[in-house]
């Protein structure tokens, strides 16, 4: 079975820098891609960033320029920089991959901008 797990959320001003990291575990063949989603109160869930099958990166337009994804194969492990935060980058943030060709989430990790 496989799990992901998210760290690295937590309180920031706005403007300031926090990195999401995601841990892949259990049975793992081949993570064939990963991403992260947020869902801010009273929204919907939305892709922030993630990669393609054909190895590219794909970004909300909101976080473009300030936000960066990154993996580690090795380690199994996804990233998430955010730099230059702001009010309205406050939700909860998921990570997601495709590991051998089937799709999990994790369970969530809260991020709070505040002014």
């Avoid at 994804?69 to 935060?85: E, F, H, V």
């Avoid at 997601?96 to 999990?104: E, I, P």
Wanted: hydrophobic residues 30%; charged residues 20%; contains cysteine.
């Amino acid at each position: 079975q496989v799990q992901l797990v998210e760290s690295g959320a937590g309180l920031v001003q706005a403007g300031g820098s926090l990195r999401l990291s995601c841990a892949a575990t259990g049975n793992i063949g081949r993570i064939n891609t990963m991403g992260w989603y947020r869902q801010a109160p009273g929204k919907q869930r939305e892709l922030v960033a993630g990669e393609t099958t054909f190895g590219n990166t794909d970004y909300a337009d909101s976080v473009k320029g300030r936000f960066t994804i990154s993996r580690d194969n090795a380690k199994k492990m996804g990233y998430l920089q955010m730099n230059s935060l702001k009010l309205e980058d406050t939700g909860v943030y998921y990570c997601t991959a495709k590991v051998d060709g089937w799709d999990h989430w994790g369970q969530g990790t809260q991020v709070t901008v505040s002014s």
